[in-house]
């Protein structure tokens, strides 16, 4: 045959690339293996309440695992080397019928929009339709920005929503004279392409993600996104698809005589407010709880001058430290010091709390007689993002007090002046997120700098601290980093949502569906068996029934396997169930080709048309 040795050259060339490629996969899952087996012996006999949270233990010892060895080489092949995360990238990838994930449905709050919109009025009927709407929202059919309109009609007939919707950005659109139905227009509108966008920042998220073949549909007419995600990490697809990305830089109130007055104060209404409903009086109308207290500059203050900070730190040591006084007691006596410690030091940390009574905390924050108290001094609260690294109280995070010059309490810099984020490792060799900013940003950056030398500024990201590095020095170029005890795969995906942007309106999962690891593998194993059990019958057969032709189309059919796999490798394909049938189809289908050639010869070598030696063959 003409070209013997071009084809054998070939052939051996595609054996070796196929090879190559497949060569990614091995190592790894052999990664993957050792992860595995990390896990199991770091987690030991240890005793879990449930198994959900055993496998959560088990994923986070994974997940420390494969961050340590992510960038070191998992591949060395002299000229050129790959990390672990280079070889996921080039691996056969499992869809998420084989290696399980999450299907999440998020719903974009128009609620949150709308109270955007309306620069966060605190007009009554304003907010009393809100309510109504979302009170509504479950039983109507009707979109949520119609129910607001007719909810506000109900509540205050005549008025108009020109009045509430005046912030700058929609003076060419509203203006005070516009009808109502104008302005439910815009909002409409505005609602629309919010919900487009939140599509469009979803897809860019996910495609930094890591993950392959995701599957985003926006639902049509809805405010509603359908998310489908492989993967065995479904707290941190929690966290990318909710974080809303607000990024804030804060000037920080530091502990003081004042802060502790302030809290002193606030602790006396809140237990006088409670002794009342106790004593089945009215309580003043409070607002709806927050993840911070919310300022209120209608208000003003109603605080005594008598508490100084040494009166405050007693009564907080008192409250959590006498013994012969039950906790009831101690909580009726001073109950906003009974959930939260103030610091006894002066710095950026005013307080310290346990993750448990931050609802509780926000609940006598948002109290209508105490807002008002740190209102007035432009204060609120925020809890740090991790609690403090400390094994004999785990579950205890630092409350920083955020202040702003104005009385609209707005951050003095936003994070809309991020142009680039990044992974990086600082001079500590600490994982950290590296940022950099527009030259507005870089301006205004400088400034905020420069007013707060030798005083610390707090790095806010959706209402959490993730932290309040004292300046040293005014910083110039626009260039910052957040810090806080990152894994790199946290790192990475905080740079990914601070790059896709901040989304226009919250958007919450409002239902998601977990195909578990283990129905993968099982998935994975059958398919596996079914595989390898219908290739050994078949050169079972094949050897048996055709002996030498049998043999020689045995090792084509292995052959004609490498490389179809060795292809899927090249390209990035993804294997999944339907996949691997047609894998078994194919092999079915080359199988019996061959079956057809050699029942052709033998109808050859029964005519004479074939010589004696060809018939030995089969």
Known sequence: MEGKGFVKVVGILLTLICLYYLSFTFIANNVERNANHYAEEKIGAATFKSEPLKEEALRKERRRYMDSVANKPALNLGVVKYTYNDLKERRINLGLDLQGGMSVTLQVSLEELIRSMANNSND?????????????????????????????????????????????????????????????????????????????????????????????????????IVVELPGDDPERVRKLLQASARLEFWEVAEMSNDIAKLLGDANKIVKEELDDMAAGKSPQAQAEPSTTATNDSTHTAAASDSTKADDVIAAADTAGAAKDTSVEARRKENPLFAVFQPSPNPGGVVGYINGNDTATFNQYMNMAAVRPIFASENIKFAYTAKPIPDENSPNVYMVYALKSRGSNFKAPLEGDVIVDARQDIDANQDVVVSMQMNADGATRWRKLTAENIKKPVAIVLDNLVYSAPTVQNEIAGGNSQITGDFSISEAQDLANILKAGKLPAPARIV?????????????????????????????????????????????????????????????????????????????????????????????????GGATRSHSRRI
């Open 124 to 224: 009554p009927a304003f907010l009393q339709a809100l309510k109504t709407a979302r009170e509504q929202q479950a039983t109507s059919q009707s979109d949520f920005v119609t129910l607001f309109g007719e909810a506000y009609e109900k509540t205050a007939p005549g008025a108009k929503l020109g009045t509430i919707f005046n912030a700058p950005e929609y003076k060419d659109k509203i203006t005070f004279n516009s009808s109502n139905a104008d302005v439910l227009n815009v909002i409409r509108d505005e609602a629309k392409d919010a919900v487009q966008r939140t599509y469009e920042i979803m897809r860019s998220r996910i495609d930094k993600f890591g993950v392959t073949s995701p599957n985003i549909q926006l639902q049509p007419g809805s405010n509603r």
């Open 511 to 607: 239902e998601e569906a977990v195909v578990g690891p283990s129905l993968g593998q099982e998935s994975i194993q059958a398919g596996l068996l079914s595989l390898i059990a219908g290739l050994i019958a078949v050169m079972a057969f094949m050897a048996a029934y055709y002996r030498g032709g049998g043999v020689v189309a045995v090792l084509v059919l292995l052959i004609n396997l490498l490389f179809m796999m060795g292809v899927l490798a090249s390209i990035g394909a993804t294997l999944t169930l339907p996949g691997m049938a047609g894998i078994v189809l194919t092999m079915g289908i080359a199988v019996d080709a061959n079956v057809l050639i050699f029942e052709r010869i033998r109808e050859e070598v029964a005519r």
